[in-house]
C-alpha cells in the first residue's frame, strides 16, 4: 500500500511540473472593473483594467476600454468582472438621464438597472419610448436614460405630477 501511495505521489509531481512549463493556451484580453464601482457614475481610465482570461471564459458581450471609458453602468460591478455590453447605459451623446419620481411608487420595486422602461405623462401620453433604467434610489426615485429630446419633456412633466413607467 506504501508503495502505490509512493507511485502516485511522485506521478502527480510529475505532472504538476509538466504543467509548471507548458506554454499558457490563449487567452482573451477583456476589460474588467478595477475596483468596486457604483451604477450611473461615468467610467474614467482608472475605473477599469484589462485581464487575460481563457476564451471560455471571456463573456459574449465584452467591450474595449475606449467603449467604457465615460459611460456608466446600469448596475454596480465588483472589483475584477468583466464588462460588457449589457452592464453600459447607453453611451450617445444624444442621451440624458433625469430622476423622476413615480405615481404608483409600488413599481419601483419591479424596476432593476437595465430595465426597459416607456415614460408615460398625464393624459396616457408616451414621453419616452423604451428608455433605460439607470438607477434606482432608495425605494423612491427612478432614474431613467432616454434621448434628449424625451428626457427634456420626462423632466418637465415631471415638475407638475409623477410620471408612470410601463416595463416592457
Do not use: K, N, Q, W
Not at 472589483?79 to 409600488?106: F, Q
Not at 422602461?117 to 414621453?127: E, F, I, M, Q
Not at 423604451?130 to 423612491?140: F, L, P
Not at 427634456?152 to 413607467?165: F, G, K
Amino acid at each position: 500500500m506504501v508503495l502505490i501511495r509512493r507511485i502516485l505521489a511522485g506521478v502527480l509531481v510529475l505532472l504538476a511540473v509538466v504543467l509548471a512549463v507548458l506554454p499558457a493556451g490563449p487567452s482573451v484580453d477583456v476589460v474588467v472593473a478595477a475596483r468596486d464601482l457604483p451604477p450611473g457614475v461615468p467610467l474614467t481610465g482608472d475605473d477599469v483594467r484589462v485581464a487575460s482570461l481563457p476564451p471560455p471564459l471571456a463573456p459574449s458581450g465584452a467591450v474595449s476600454r475606449a467603449e467604457a471609458v465615460g459611460r456608466a453602468l446600469v448596475s454596480a460591478a465588483r472589483s475584477g468582472e468583466p464588462l460588457t455590453d449589457a452592464r453600459l447605459a447607453p453611451g450617445s451623446p444624444e442621451t440624458s438621464s433625469v430622476a423622476v419620481r413615480l405615481a404608483d411608487p409600488g413599481v419601483v420595486g419591479l424596476l432593476r438597472p437595465g430595465s426597459r422602461v416607456d415614460v408615460v405623462g398625464a393624459g396616457a401620453h408616451v414621453l419616452a419610448s423604451d428608455a433605460s433604467v439607470v438607477a434606482v434610489r432608495d425605494g423612491e426615485v427612478v432614474v431613467v436614460s432616454a434621448d434628449r429630446a424625451a428626457a427634456r419633456r420626462i423632466a418637465a412633466e415631471s415638475l407638475a405630477a409623477p410620471v408612470a413607467l410601463t416595463l416592457r
